[in-house]
């Protein structure tokens, strides 16, 4: 069983940065990938980076590919994603996830409680 808890999000401005990060209890976190999702009312949950258990392998949408960087400590057990340059339309809650490296959110089987990222224009 892993818990996980987002954190990390809030209002910046157009170009700003911001450092998401997801603490997971549990002593099989470094059994999972984990993946960054996110998600606006109205919407389908999107696909924003995965990396794999070891941190070996990372994945990006191509919306964000440049911009984000997800990256994980294990001896923390916490995975972090870096957000620069964002834009108005990044927008969303944004929840982390344990599964398997995939962008298909239904890979994944725990999941934090979102935090909120709002980018003012």
């Known amino acids: 069983q892993v818990q996980l808890v987002g954190s990390g999000g809030g209002l910046v401005q157009a170009g700003g940065s911001l450092r998401l990060s997801c603490a997971a209890s549990?002593?099989?976190?470094?059994?999972?990938?984990m993946g960054w999702f996110r998600q606006t009312p109205g919407k389908e949950r999107e696909f924003v980076a995965a990396i794999t258990s070891t941190g070996g392998s990372t994945y990006y949408a191509a919306s964000m590919k440049g911009r984000i960087i997800i990256y994980r400590d294990n001896a923390k057990n916490t995975v972090y994603m870096q957000m620069n340059s964002l834009k108005h339309e990044d927008t969303a809650v944004y929840s982390c996830a344990g599964g398997s490296a995939s962008t298909n959110w239904n890979d994944y089987r725990y999941w934090g409680q979102g935090t909120q990222v709002t980018v003012s224009s």
């Open positions: 549990g002593r099989t976190f470094t059994s999972y990938s």
